[in-house]
């Protein structure tokens, strides 16, 4: 057998979760800021995803996380976007600007530069919203370059969505 790499990992996540969501009829959006896309690229590597996939929002300035998923920008200021609140409310405004079922959100620090000791590079806020329900949010701390903490970050979205009780 030949060891999966990284990469086809999480395109083998990105199916499970497919098969997942098409046999219950239901549909997934992203919202995706350190990521940039990342989680909306590997789902749509699998042939037919547009069957479980209805879009997804990179928001990577605050102002688009404004303009674009509702993140009020009090929730900013007082918790900054890379917080448990801002995730949320990522999720949420996912979900209200589309036609999924569910939405997964990720924002994080993937550096190199601008951790604090508050918030160190590698901190992530990953949260998973169903419709009409609370977002859960799990937050991470990813060591690694740039690269790992965004394929880490990825990795791990796709594969506790696969935990979450439904």
Avoid at 1 to 29: C, D, F
Avoid at 133 to 138: G, Q, V, Y
Avoid at 149 to 157: E, F, G, Q, S
């Amino acid at each position: 057998m030949v060891p999966l790499n990284t990469e086809n990992e999480i395109i083998e996540l990105a199916r499970v979760v497919g098969l997942s969501l098409k046999e219950r009829g239901w549909l997934l959006t992203t919202a995706e800021s350190c990521t940039g896309g990342g989680i909306a690229q590997a789902i749509t590597e699998i042939p037919g995803s547009s069957a479980w996939f209805d879009r997804g929002f990179v928001t990577y300035s605050n102002a688009a996380k404004i303009q674009m998923l509702g993140v009020r920008a009090e929730t900013i200021e007082n918790y900054g976007a890379v917080s448990a609140e801002t995730a949320s409310e990522m999720t949420g405004g996912a979900l209200k600007h589309s036609q999924a079922d569910w939405a997964i959100a990720v924002t994080g620090i993937a550096g190199p530069g601008g951790g604090t000791s508050v918030k160190p590079v590698g901190t992530v806020y990953i949260a998973w919203q169903r419709r009409g329900a609370i977002a859960e949010i799990a937050e991470k701390h990813f060591d690694g370059d740039r690269h790992q903490i965004r394929t880490k970050t990825i990795k791990t979205a796709l594969a506790e969505w696969l935990n979450i009780d439904k």
